[in-house]
């Protein structure tokens, strides 16, 4: 083994060493003792003439988020964080080194969707409406920090459809005497039929060149407007925050958007076994 993959073995051995000690309540404590049980679920509505008693614009231009660039350094380190990447880092390293070794389920995973959603039956109610889709669902142990942006999660999917429903964005959770919630969601519809508005029939060409957070390929000629071949309809910026109370079910309703959340108080996680975290195993 050469200096260089002596030096890749050394890096890749404190990493391991750092991720895999135990879970104790010593260990836990630079993370903080408020954790919770997270659940979220987002429903796209589908429904035109529910949605078109407002008016909506057909695109959103420069829309900047709410939260902190990923490239811009947090107030304070955030071990939360660090230890998340640092677990990416070790999963990185193992692909490169071609170690016949697989990363335990038992080794901790910040921020790591669980199997099962305690929410699971009000989504299949909801799910087969014919207005309705639930199109993001997922369940966590978080252990929720004191600023909103800290940890935000990031939200990328695309519904598709008659319209075509696209959800850029994010939300974060925190408390700050109470919990709360902030959302910072991007909701575009797209239709595959072209629009008889006349207002997108005449667009600047400069605006092709134009940069927008969640959807940078635009077309924009005499001919009317178009986002990856498809017709900006209507489009909304879901930013709300909202205070919670622990084990009580919360909504968050738009026109175009509802959100879903429990937060459910998490005093002893233990985090190599994930029946003993969920509450409904």
């Not at 925190?174 to 029939?201: A, E, F, G, N």
């Amino acid at each position: 083994m050469n200096l260089f993959h002596s030096a890749q073995m050394a890096l890749f051995l404190s990493l391991a060493t750092l991720l895999s000690f135990p879970a104790s309540a010593d260990n836990r404590q630079p993370f903080g003792d408020n954790w919770y049980r997270a659940e979220v679920m987002l429903v796209a509505y589908r429904n035109a003439s529910d949605i078109d008693q407002e008016h909506w614009p057909k695109i959103i231009i420069n829309s900047e988020s709410i939260f902190p660039a990923p490239t811009t350094r947090p107030k304070r380190f955030n071990p939360v964080v660090a230890l998340y990447r640092y677990r990416q880092l070790q999963r990185q390293w193992l692909a490169a080194l071609k170690l016949p070794i697989v990363m335990s389920d038992e080794l901790w995973q910040p921020l790591a969707p669980l199997s099962t959603l305690q929410l699971k039956r009000e989504a299949n109610r909801i799910d087969p409406q014919a207005d309705m889709d639930v199109v993001w669902h997922q369940s966590w142990l978080e252990p929720v920090q004191d600023d909103a942006g800290v940890i935000v999660h990031a939200v990328n999917l695309t519904d598709s459809g008659e319209p075509e429903i696209q959800i850029t964005g994010g939300f974060s959770l925190y408390l700050s005497r109470y919990l709360h919630i902030s959302t910072d969601l991007h909701v575009q519809h797209l239709s595959s039929q072209m629009p008889t508005d006349p207002q997108l029939k005449t667009l600047n060409s400069s605006l092709a060149n134009t940069s927008t957070t969640s959807f940078p390929v635009i077309q924009a000629t005499e001919a009317p407007l178009t986002i990856h071949g498809r017709y900006p309809i209507r489009a909304t910026e879901v930013r709300q925050k909202r205070r919670m109370r622990s084990k009580e079910l919360h909504y968050i309703d738009h026109p175009m958007l509802g959100i879903v959340v429990i937060l459910t108080p998490v005093e002893f996680p233990d985090l190599t076994a994930e029946a003993a975290l969920d509450p409904q195993g």
